[in-house]
């Protein structure tokens, strides 16, 4: 009896084609369109997850903009921080920040003659506990970040003897 009722059918079709354009209309109105970065302006870079495991890297990102953070420790006092970037950096700025004390961001040199590979040398200070700051300028644009340090180590679940 409510199958053979025409209002029921009709609404039965119309409901689902409602629904879904109702949902992508909303995501079209209300979605923010991606816009050129303005020179002079400065945009957030965001961590992803490869930062907050011990992997060695550490990515970040903003639209195009996309660097890569790797380290290795040099003596006691001192590790390595080299940034890898697809686009060619104006210049780029890193400093360790721990609860207590705070360390003046480092100018750090380009190695290549394309500016893309950034390096500089860090005093140790309580590498575990501090978190690492990133400012990078790309065509008059600065991008900043932060993140934990955890990716300065790198571990796997294997061992050195399962490796032989």
């Known amino acids: 009896m409510l199958f053979t009722n025409k209002h029921f059918i009709a609404a039965m079709i119309i409901t689902p084609i409602l629904a879904f354009g109702g949902y992508f209309a909303t995501d079209y109105i209300v979605s923010e369109r991606p816009h050129s970065a303005v020179p002079g302006s400065s945009y957030p870079l965001a961590a992803k997850s490869n930062c907050r ?3 060695g890297r550490c990515t970040l990102k903003n ?6 953070l790797t380290s290795e420790l040099g003596n006691n006092e001192n590790i390595n921080f080299q940034i890898h970037s697809d686009l060619p950096l104006h210049g780029a700025k890193i400093a360790l920040t721990s609860t207590g004390s705070e360390q003046l961001p480092q100018q750090m040199q380009a190695i ?9 040398t860090l005093k140790n200070r309580d590498i575990d506990n501090a978190k ?13 970040g932060e993140t934990e340090t955890t990716f300065t180590t790198y571990k796997t ?8």
């Open 112 to 120: 290549d003659t394309d500016q893309t590979q950034w390096q500089t």
């Open 132 to 144: 690492l700051l990133v400012v990078i300028s790309v065509d008059d644009v600065l991008y900043y």
């Open 157 to 164: 679940s294997f061992s050195q003897a399962n490796m032989q």
């Open 53 to 55: 495991y011990q992997s």
């Open 63 to 68: 639209g195009d903009i996309e660097i890569e």
